[in-house]
Nanobody, 123 residues
Framework: QVQPVESGGGLVQAGGSLRLSCAAS????????VGWFRQAPGKDREFVAA????????YYADSVKGRFTISRDNAKNTVYLQMNSLKPEDTAVYYC????????????????WGQGTQVTVSS
């Protein structure tokens, strides 16, 4: 069983930065692609970024390209999402999940999900 756990969320002013972490137990996490999604109140869950198993390839939603960076440290079984130049519209619960394919922006290609971490960006 793989259980991702997100951390690092919080309240930040517009233009600020946060780094989210997604840690999971088991080698089966580090052998797979991982993605980040977010869900704002009243909206559908949307894809944010994904990274392949080695960290050599990444993929981003247009809305975060140039501002967010996904990376991973397989020795620590951890995936990161560095978020810079944050905007109020980035406010959401952020989820990480293990992917079955890369790159995939549809949630059905992700099998193990964390519980999420809240990110709130004030204007």
């Amino acid at each position: 069983q793989v259980q991702p756990v997100e951390s690092g969320g919080g309240l930040v002013q517009a233009g600020g930065s946060l780094r989210l972490s997604c840690a999971a137990s088991g080698r089966t996490f580090s052998d797979y692609p991982v993605g980040w999604f977010r869900q704002a109140p009243g909206k559908d869950r949307e894809f944010v970024a994904a990274i392949n198993w080695s960290g050599g390839s990444t993929y981003y939603a247009d809305s975060v390209k140039g501002r967010f960076t996904i990376s991973r440290d397989n020795a620590k079984n951890t995936v990161y999402l560095q978020m810079n130049s944050l905007k109020p519209e980035d406010t959401a619960v952020y989820y990480c999940a293990r992917a079955t394919r890369f790159p995939k922006i549809v949630a059905t290609f992700y099998d193990y999900w964390g519980q999420g971490t809240q990110v709130t960006v004030s204007s």
